[in-house]
Each structure stands twice: as structure tokens, then as C-alpha cells.
């Protein structure tokens, strides 16, 4: 018999978890600079409100504030997803959650 059968299904296991472990780690820095990015945005557009807003800020705005959306609604539910094996939510906030995450991204796409 073959050695070579043997050991590939364990190999397969392995290249499964380094997937697992790299989707997770990217996942992680894209919701982490999301999140620091457009906050500092968010704060320097905000401060800057004492003077007529223009619509150049306006739309900056708009588009931090989606991105923030992403961010928490997609970004993160996506990485608890690859972190967890199952959803412990139940099939109402199952529901809710994959609503949020599509809505997210139209609102972004649309903003």
C-alpha cells in the first residue's frame, strides 16, 4: 500500500487551517485599518463642522460613514465566521446578519 494516501489527507487538514488562519489574520488588518481609518476621518469632518460644510465634506462624510457599515456589519461578522465553526445566533439573527452584511455593502456601493 501507498505511504503517500495516508498522509494527504492530513496534509489537506493542514493547508485547511493555514487558510483558515491567513483569511483570519487579513480579515482582521482590513476591519482594524477600516475601523482606525475612518474614525480619524470621521473625526477630522466632524471637527472642521464650525464652517459651512462643503459637499466635498459632505460626500466624505457619507462614504466614511458606509465604510464604517462595511466594517462592522460585513468585515466583522465575516471574520467571527472563519473564527467560529458554527453560527451560535440562531436562524432569526442568522437572518438578520446576512441581511445586514448585503445591505452594508449596497449602501457603500450606492453611497
Request: proline residues 2%; charged residues 10%.
Amino acid at each position: 500500500m501507498n505511504s503517500t494516501n495516508h498522509t494527504i489527507p492530513t496534509m489537506m487538514m493542514l493547508l485547511d487551517y493555514k487558510l483558515k488562519l491567513v483569511e483570519q489574520i487579513i480579515l482582521g488588518c482590513i476591519f482594524i485599518s477600516a475601523l482606525i481609518g475612518n474614525t480619524i476621518v470621521l473625526v477630522i469632518v466632524l471637527c472642521r463642522r464650525h464652517r459651512h460644510i462643503t459637499r466635498m465634506a459632505f460626500f466624505i462624510l457619507h462614504l466614511t460613514i458606509a465604510d464604517l457599515l462595511v466594517a462592522f456589519f460585513s468585515v466583522l461578522p465575516m471574520l467571527i465566521w472563519k473564527s467560529t465553526i458554527t453560527f451560535f445566533g440562531g436562524d432569526f439573527l442568522c437572518r438578520i446578519v446576512a441581511f445586514l452584511m448585503l445591505a452594508a455593502s449596497y449602501i457603500s456601493v450606492y453611497t
